[in-house]
C-alpha cells in the first residue's frame, strides 16, 4: 500500500505519503491564497524526495472539509484527477476529524476552523478518533453554552478566545494525520466517505441577479 494524502481545506496545503504502516513523508505549508499553485509542486518535491513516482500509488487521501469553497475543491479535483489517471480508489475524510486524530486527546472536546464572516466549523468529539457530532457551521457566541468546559483544538478556536479558552494545538490539519487515520480505518475494512466536498453554505463568490444584458447594436 502506497496511499498518497491531501487537504486544501484550510490554509494548509499540506500532503503525504504513507505506506499502510508509517508516514513516508510529509510536506505542508501555510498559504490560504495559493493552494492551486502550490499543492501538484508540493506533491512532485514529496515524491521526489522519497524517491518515488506517482505510479507506485495505490490509494489517494483526500480531506473533504468543511472549508471555503475555493481551497477545499482545488485539493477534491487534484484528488479525483490522479485516481481517474492512476486507476485507483480515491477516499476521503473530514478535515475535523485529521486534526482530531493529530491532536491525541482522550476526553470529549471540540475542534473548530475559521469558516469566516466570523463563523467556525466544528464538531464535538468523544476521543482522537471518535466524533460525536456531524460538521456544522456557526458563529462561536450561538455555541458557547454546546462547547463551554470542553478542550478545543484548530485555528477556529484559537480565534474565539472567549468561546474556546485554551485551544490546543493542531492550529491546521496534516495530510499526515489524515493518511493515517485513513490506513488505520482502511486496516479494519471501514468504507472511508467518497471524495465529495463538505461546504456547509453557498460559495462568496455569486453570480450577481440582476447583470445588465449587453447585446450588439
Known amino acids: 500500500m502506497l496511499l498518497l494524502a491531501l487537504d486544501t481545506a484550510t490554509p494548509a496545503v499540506t500532503v503525504a505519503l504513507h505506506d499502510g504502516t508509517d508516514v513516508v513523508a510529509s510536506s505542508s505549508q501555510v498559504d490560504a491564497r495559493r493552494h492551486g499553485e502550490l499543492l501538484l509542486p508540493a506533491v512532485d518535491r514529496l515524491l521526489a524526495g522519497a524517491g518515488l513516482a506517482l505510479d507506485a500509488v495505490t490509494g489517494i487521501v483526500v480531506g473533504i ?103 490546543h494545538a493542531p492550529e491546521h490539519v496534516s495530510a499526515a494525520a489524515l493518511a493515517s487515520l485513513a490506513a488505520e480505518r482502511l486496516a479494519r475494512g471501514e468504507e472511508l466517505p467518497a471524495p465529495r466536498p463538505l461546504y456547509l453554505r453557498r460559495p462568496d463568490a455569486q453570480v450577481p441577479k440582476n447583470y445588465k444584458v449587453v447585446t450588439p447594436k
Request: charged share 20%.
Open 65 to 167: 472539509g468543511p472549508g471555503p469553497y475555493t481551497g477545499l475543491r482545488v485539493g477534491l479535483m487534484t484528488a479525483d484527477t490522479f485516481g481517474l489517471a492512476l486507476g485507483v480508489p480515491v477516499h476521503g475524510l473530514c478535515t475535523l476529524d485529521g486534526l482530531a486524530y493529530a491532536s491525541d486527546l482522550e476526553g470529549p472536546f471540540v475542534v473548530a476552523t475559521d469558516a469566516r464572516r466570523k463563523e467556525v466549523y466544528w464538531a464535538r468529539y468523544a476521543d482522537s478518533r471518535t466524533r460525536l457530532s456531524d460538521p456544522a457551521v456557526d458563529r462561536p457566541a450561538d455555541i458557547a453554552d454546546e462547547v463551554a468546559g470542553l478542550p478545543s483544538v484548530g485555528a477556529g478556536a484559537l480565534l474565539y478566545p472567549d468561546t474556546f479558552p485554551g485551544a
